[in-house]
């Protein structure tokens, strides 16, 4: 691999939320260690179709989740699979939806909360499935096991990339809305947990991206079109070159950048360009 990447996708916190919210992540790009694009996600801007079109880099009328309800095995390269057949070791410490897209359907509690698959495509993956999930009762793993999984999979066995996805900030808006002192204190905890790993994993030689799925509206909606619900910011901490500043990116970018930061090479499937070089 050219270099190491970590992916950590915040499900469901929109722009305005990560510009105004988390000042430890503003902070860095303040002082020059990091910089900041708005990205736009795919139609629809649900979680599921998100996932799926993060890691295929191709819209969901091509990969085919088109809802949360309706899910299988993607029959379309995505970053794990380009990864280990590069020779790579990949990790994932996330939503077992990723399990299910990427590696195989359907998740199987035992089987798959936690598997070490030398040859991929999940080499290394630790899932949670939050049965039970609704409005009252989120269910969602605290973010600082969720983060110091992924830091033990990184020193355990050096992973090349690695994502990490947490569901609390989306619970958290489907739950309170935004203009709340609820969210308020929600994006403080998360902003101040991150930023107690993410100098680690820099010091360990990872480039690391934060960004989010897709956005919410004020009352804490998404699946539809529109600012509030598309648009969330994504962060940058590496060497690379990128875009101005006003550049507003597309969700299908995101997989073959990550594939070009790596060094290895995008399939004839993502056609999106690379935002990073
Ligand atoms: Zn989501």
Redesign the pocket.
């Known amino acids: 691999m050219k270099s190491k990447l970590l992916l950590i996708i915040l499900?469901?916190v929109p722009w305005r939320n990560f510009r105004r919210l988390f000042g430890n992540l503003e902070g860095w790009v303040a002082s020059g260690e990091a910089r900041v694009w708005k990205m736009q996600s795919v139609l629809p801007s649900t979680?599921a179709s998100?996932y799926a079109s993060i890691h295929t880099g191709v819209p969901p009328q091509v990969h085919g989740i088109l809802s949360n309800d309706v899910r299988f095995r993607v029959k379309l390269p995505d970053i794990f699979s380009e990864v280990s057949a590069a020779g790579g070791k990949t990790g994932a410490v996330t939503h077992s939806y990723w399990s299910e897209f990427f590696n195989r359907y359907p998740f199987d509690f035992v089987r798959d909360i936690e598997y070490d698959e030398p040859g991929g495509p999940i080499t290394h993956g630790r899932f949670h499935t939050m049965t039970g999930y609704g409005h009252d009762n989120q269910m969602t793993p605290s973010d600082v096991d969720l983060f110091a999984t992924l830091t033990m999979l990184a020193a355990r066995f050096g992973i090349d990339y690695g994502i990490l996805h947490t569901?609390t900030m989306?619970s958290m808006g489907h739950r309170f809305g935004h203009d709340c002192v609820e969210m308020d204190k929600a994006c403080f905890t998360m902003d101040a947990m991150l930023a107690a790993f993410l100098p680690r994993w820099r010091e360990a030689g990872y480039e690391v991206i934060v960004t989010a799925?897709?956005g919410q509206s004020d009352r804490g909606h998404?699946g539809g079109a529109g600012d509030d619900q598309q648009h969330f910011a994504l962060y940058y901490f590496g060497a690379a070159k990128g875009p101005e500043k006003d550049v507003l990116l597309d969700q299908l970018q995101l997989a073959p950048t990550i594939l070009s930061r790596l060094g290895v090479p995008a399939p004839g499937t993502m056609t999106a360009k690379p935002f990073l070089l």
Do not use: L
Request: with cysteine.
């Open positions: 499900d469901g979680s998100c569901c989306d799925d897709h998404h």
